[in-house]
């Protein structure tokens, strides 16, 4: 089990300090499922200092494919790492719609990151008019093979999937728990079939859209539901960790 906080881009350096301080206390020691931060890259360094020895972990939201060079504004791997990231969030439905991210150029990434040793999150989800169309199954299928295509991974923790229907993230309209499964247990049989059946049966496959501590229990109790990622609901500690509490008693 994981539950990951992604920040997007609202908090600055003096509230991301004070929202990681007020996680860390109210989350306590993780027992038993992982807990990780994603600040903005410019709170990276300082989120670090408060989390580091809690058990609690960072991630980034984003980063290049190339280790270093003429890519102006843009945060290479090697740069997380020295500033204490484990997780780095990849191919999230934002960057795929605003940003013209895709599913090539999130496995190039997601290469990236395993070759720095950072576990990359990588998202997939359909967009409405897509599961209007019944083309939800078929379109998760392909961002997940060409997502994860060609990755060596020889544990199943070196990597992470989160599925986030796009209608779901941030409009208060949480998928079904009946949706959710159906559409983990595709990804698992997916993952089974790229890496092998002990990897792809271990790697955790992460829900988000909506995930609030009122809904997150019945979800996380539901099979191929390793956790969430959670966005509107990780900027508030105390929601934040009732929502952890709720992955601990699923696990
Ligand atoms: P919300 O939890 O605000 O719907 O956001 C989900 C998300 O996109 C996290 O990455």
């Known amino acids: 089990m994981l539950v990951a906080g992604n920040w997007i881009m ?11 301080s007020g996680v860390v206390s ?8 992982g807990v990780a931060l994603c600040p ?8 670090y200092s408060l989390l580091h020895g809690t058990g609690i ?12 060079g003429a890519f102006t504004g843009e945060i290479s791997a090697p740069m997380l790492r020295a500033v204490g990231c484990h997780y780095v ?7 795929r719609q605003l940003f013209g991210e895709t599913n090539e150029s999130v496995n190039k990434k997601a290469l990236q990151a395993l070759s720095h040793r950072l576990v990359p999150i990588v998202c997939v989800g359909e967009s409405l008019e897509q599961r209007d169309a019944d083309r939800h199954n078929m379109v998760v299928e392909e961002q997940v093979r060409a997502g994860l295509a060609n990755l060596e991974v020889s544990s199943s923790s070196e990597i992470v999937v989160a599925y986030e229907p796009v209608w779901a993230i941030g409009t208060g309209r949480t998928a079904t728990p ?7 247990g595709h990804i698992r049989s997916l993952l089974q079939d790229i890496f092998n059946e002990a990897i792809g049966s271990g790697i955790d496959i992460l829900y988000g859209g909506s ?5 997150a229990a019945e979800l996380f109790q539901r099979p191929n539901v390793d ?6 609901a990780a900027l508030n500690a105390e929601d934040f960790a009732a929502i952890v509490r709720c992955a601990e008693e699923a696990a």
């Open 57 to 68: 972990r960072l991630g980034a939201q984003n980063m290049h494919e190339q280790d270093s």
């Open 89 to 95: 969030i990849l191919g999230h439905s934002e960057r």
């Open 178 to 184: 009946d949706q959710v499964q159906d559409m983990h």
């Open 211 to 215: 995930v609030k501590p009122g809904n």
């Open 227 to 232: 956790g969430g990622l959670i966005g509107g």
């Open 26 to 33: 109210a989350v306590g020691t993780p027992k038993g499922t």
């Open 40 to 47: 903005p890259f410019v709170d990276l360094d300082a989120t």
């Open 10 to 20: 609202i908090l600055d350096l003096a509230s991301a300090r004070q929202l990681t």
